[in-house]
């Protein structure tokens, strides 16, 4: 089938607190769509304050799928939501609905879009020497390293993220080649990606972040770890943005207001490091402006509604 033919599938991106999820619900109404989480907590049952999840009334008005499909002690991957994911965009293209995916968690969306390699097996030797070895040449070490060997896997992958690094580093040790040579190999076939991308403003990104990370702890965000510690102990999931700063109010190395300057300061962190990663994705329609601002909805609109007839999209 030429590739025109295929059904869509909207892609959106953006950074934490851009206003994904309300255009995805505006574009979902608007054109029969069916929104598929693209978010690596949101998975979690019970991790809701933190990951500013869809209301449940939102959640009633337009079909969401993979938000609560795992229990926070349970280990869910990128390779699982691929399959996971995969499986939705067919279910919900045979009722002739537009799958939305929508989310931050660029990882989860590469492996949706481009596929998971078989890497090698882990090489728990290999693994002992590089993380002594950090520790003997200090912070920045395994990037640098990385960067001799695959300088296009280490420009997405942050420089104090030692796990993924370790983990690169021992797919080229491994492949005798780089590892951005050696992944993707199981695109997603049978469809049409509309990638569309919100880019709002640096200061007024930062202002609705804090403004959201306050209103997390306001709303019972420290409570609500405190539940999930009881129900699942220290399990991986709570050191994600929030539930870490909830944690640290709970243990008492940190205090409610130090928390809630803490969390703000990782979320921008990460919003930064999410366009990042985002820029590198291929052919993306980008939007200036937060998803809930009427212009930026009449822009998407019109994007999707000329790739739906096979047009070229016009922004002006």
């Not at 993979?66 to 229990?71: C, F, Q």
């Amino acid at each position: 089938m030429e590739k025109s033919k295929l059904p869509l599938v909207v892609v959106l991106l953006g950074p934490t607190g851009s206003g994904k999820t309300a255009l995805s619900l505006s574009l979902a109404g608007r054109f029969g769509g069916e929104i598929v989480s693209c978010d690596s907590v949101a998975v979690y049952r019970g991790m809701d304050l933190g990951t500013a999840k869809p209301t449940h009334e939102e959640r009633s008005r337009v079909p969401h799928h993979l938000i609560d499909v795992a229990e926070p002690d349970e280990p869910f991957t990128a390779g699982e939501y691929s399959r996971l994911a995969r499986e939705v965009l067919q279910k919900v293209r045979a009722r002739e609905r537009l799958p939305i995916v929508t989310g931050g968690t660029g990882l989860y969306l590469r492996a949706l879009t481009e596929g998971l390699f078989a890497g090698p097996e882990r090489r728990e030797d290999l693994r002992a020497r590089l993380r002594r070895s950090a520790q003997r040449h200090g912070g920045g070490w395994l990037h640098r390293l990385l960067l001799r060997m695959d300088i296009a896997t280490a420009e997405r992958i942050h420089a104090n993220d030692i796990p993924k690094l370790i983990r690169a580093i021992e797919v080229c040790v491994a492949a005798r080649k780089p590892m951005s040579r050696v992944m993707g190999r199981d695109p997603l076939t049978g469809f049409r990606l509309l990638r569309i991308g919100l880019d709002p403003s640096r200061v007024a990104l930062y202002e609705r972040i804090n403004e959201r990370c306050a209103a997390m702890f306001a709303a019972g965000l420290v409570e609500e770890t405190r539940r999930l510690l009881a129900r699942y102990g220290d399990v991986k999931a709570l050191d994600s943005l929030g539930y870490r700063q909830a944690c640290g109010v709970l243990d008492g190395s940190l205090s409610a207001k130090d928390a809630v300057k803490a969390a703000q300061q990782g979320h921008r962190n990460y919003a930064k490091r999410q366009m990042t990663w985002f820029r590198r994705e291929p052919e993306v329609e980008w939007i200036a402006g937060f998803g809930d601002e009427a212009e930026a909805v009449r822009k998407a609109s019109e994007i999707v509604e000329s790739a739906l007839v096979g047009k070229d999209s016009n922004l002006n």
